[in-house]
């Protein structure tokens, strides 16, 4: 058996970023971060769902995620249904605000037979998320409801208390 020396490791704590802090510099990392489009009024909100679910013949449910000056992190097709109903569920919504480190979302679905009236069910799932966003500190900016011909503001009718 041979007998092995015993070196004490060294470390130059100088040289070593804190723990919080990636390799590369604060402005090395701003540079290479692209934001998305600003979102800059409800009317350019409502007229991007209106473009992509608004003449669906099913029902479809998009979330659109910001950041805390409202550049688009991200928008994502949570689901499809059927023709007069989507499951959407609160938790797999919120989760992707929380992976994607949104601090808002704006939310939507079509109702392909035209009508721009809230169901019951709209406006539960509309207070679920609403609940649970709070409680994570990320804000329900409005849940639109499109159409072919329209939308529906959930923020502008009152409903997002």
Avoid at 51 to 62: S, W
Avoid at 119 to 139: P, Y
Wanted: glycine letters at 6%; a neutral charge; proline letters at 6%.
């Amino acid at each position: 058996m041979t007998k092995r020396k015993h070196e004490a490791l060294e470390f130059d704590l100088k040289v070593l970023p804190p723990p919080t802090v990636p390799p590369t510099s604060w402005a090395e990392a701003r540079a290479d971060y692209k934001r998305g489009p600003v979102i800059t009024s409800p009317e350019a909100v409502a007229s991007y769902f209106k473009q992509y679910i608004g003449g669906k013949d099913i029902e479809a449910f998009l979330t659109m995620y910001l950041d805390h000056r409202n550049h688009v992190l991200d928008v994502v097709l949570n689901q499809e249904g059927t023709v007069d109903h989507t499951a959407v569920y609160p938790r797999e919504v919120l989760k992707k605000a929380l992976d994607l480190k949104a601090t808002g979302i704006i939310f939507s679905h079509n109702h392909p037979a035209g009508s721009l009236e809230p169901s019951e069910g709209d406006k539960a799932l509309t207070r679920q998320i609403l609940t649970g966003a709070r409680a994570l500190g990320i804000t329900v900016h409005d849940h639109l409801i499109v159409t072919h011909e329209g939308h529906f503001s959930f923020r502008q009718a009152g409903l997002l208390v």
